[in-house]
């Protein structure tokens, strides 16, 4: 059975930090890329950043870039997200997702995805 399993989620001070992880199994982690999502209330689902297991390419949104770091730790077959100096716009549910296929990640086209964690930046 596939499973991705977030965790790392809360409620943090604006300029504060998080790191979230994304647990995988069920499949080969070394053959996938791995996404993180996240939709605010109101709002589209949007990918934040993606990381490629077999390559470790990344892909980072623009209004992340410079405070957010994607990594993969292929031994424990986990996916981290590194948020440093949040802001109250990055409020929203994260997802992992994955797929073969970094660009299908990137777009969204994902094979798995998990249930998500809640990420609250107060002012």
């Known amino acids: 059975e596939v499973q991705l399993v977030e965790s790392g989620g809360g409620l943090v001070q604006a300029g504060g930090s998080l790191r979230l992880s994304c647990a995988a199994s069920?499949?080969?982690?070394?053959?996938?890329?791995i996404g993180w999502f996240r939709q605010a209330p109101g709002k589209g689902r949007e990918a934040v950043s993606c990381i490629a297991s077999y390559d470790h390419r990344t892909y980072y949104t623009d209004s992340v870039k410079g405070r957010f770091t994607i990594s993969s730790d292929n031994t424990k077959n986990t996916v981290y997200l590194q948020m440093n100096s949040l802001k109250p716009e990055d409020t929203a549910v994260y997802y992992c997702?994955?797929?073969?296929?970094?660009?299908?990640?990137?777009?969204?086209?994902?094979?798995?995805w998990g249930q998500g964690t809640q990420v609250t930046v107060s002012p």
């Open positions: 997702a994955a797929d073969a296929n970094l660009g299908a990640v990137i777009a969204g086209r994902n094979d798995y």
């Open positions: 069920g499949f080969t982690f070394d053959d996938y890329a």
